[in-house]
């Protein structure tokens, strides 16, 4: 990103000021652990190099003024720190406005307005987190131009609050913890339990994550994530009544065979198997990238498609359409969906030489069989968010 064009922006919709400063918060990928941060399990995330970009100038007032490059129509958006209340024509200041909200819950006071001209690299709707992406730039600006003292850890938990009370998307933590915690070239493999976490080198050989982006727009708040959200609570209360657990993650694939006949409906019993299979996937993955077995590590990737597909109904025909061609592509080692489904991203692993055939053909074939194009990038693994200069 040029970064002179960005402040350049900025002054054309702000004017002249000083003390500009420069923010940067990336987009994550879910290498493989899908729905399952909400049900004690454990994902395997990483940040990447396309993200929300903030040009920002403190005020003086108490007034907070936003444009975004990505949203010029809605012009500049303009509201005062002494009202964060959420308005019925909202649009992506709704993020901002959440994450204040919670940095003034926490005991922080926000001393002074400003304008901020923000950027985003990451496809809207794609599925590669551009809300939380935009969270924790916030949270980052908040805590350079006020001096708090404050951890990434405590302003990821902050970001996740924002988007579940003040936006109502009843999302787990793995997207905000891989955009604040993210490190460049290592994926994480985070317990959604406890938080705990390891950084796992990201060696993928001569090989590349090749994002698919099948151009189908997913709005979070309006999927069916929330009612995913409560089917698998409905199974966690049955199992509760034979098993002392937490979540569902908390058991292994064999103790869930042990008990799962006390969930007496299909849908609920197929929810809960797709969380439990799906945190086994994700540690036999973490071993087999440490042991730079990617073609297990592709075959996983396979088995949690099918699973996402088949088990928890999230992907959909432009899913499935672009990760069956990817499948049926030499030189593709694994794929599957990437993010909460309903359209979005997939990702495939892919050999380096078989790069530009492989995106040739998936970008014919998605064209043939869906109407529209698909969007082919390969992704690499980034830094987390960041005061840029």
Known sequence: MNIEKLKSAFTKVFGVKENIQLFFSPGRVNLIGEHIDYNGGCVFPSAITYGTYAVVSPREDRLVRLYSGNFE??????????????????HWSVYVKGVMEQFEKMGFEIK????????????????????????????QILKELNGYEITMIDMVKLSQRAENDYVGVNCGIMDQFAIGMGKKDYAIKLNTNDLSYEYAEADLGDNSILIMNTNKKRELADSKYNERRGECDEALALL??????????????????????VINKDVLYRRAKHAVTENERVKLATHALAAKDLKRFGQLLNQSHKSLRDDYEVTGKELDTIVELAWAQEGVLGARMTGAGFGGCAIALVQNDALETVKEAIAKGYKEKIGYDAQLYVATIGDGTKTIA
């Open 73 to 90: 129509e809605c012009g500049v958006i303009e509201f005062n720190l002494s009202d964060l209340s959420h308005t019925e024509d909202e």
């Open 112 to 139: 002074t307005g400003f304008d901020a001209y923000v950027y985003g690299t990451i496809p809207n709707g794609s599925g590669l987190s551009s809300s939380a992406s935009l969270e924790l730039l916030v949270s």
């Open 240 to 261: 509760q009544t034979v098993a002392d657990i937490n979540y569902l993650c908390d058991l292994s694939e064999e103790e869930f065979n042990r008990v799962s006949n």
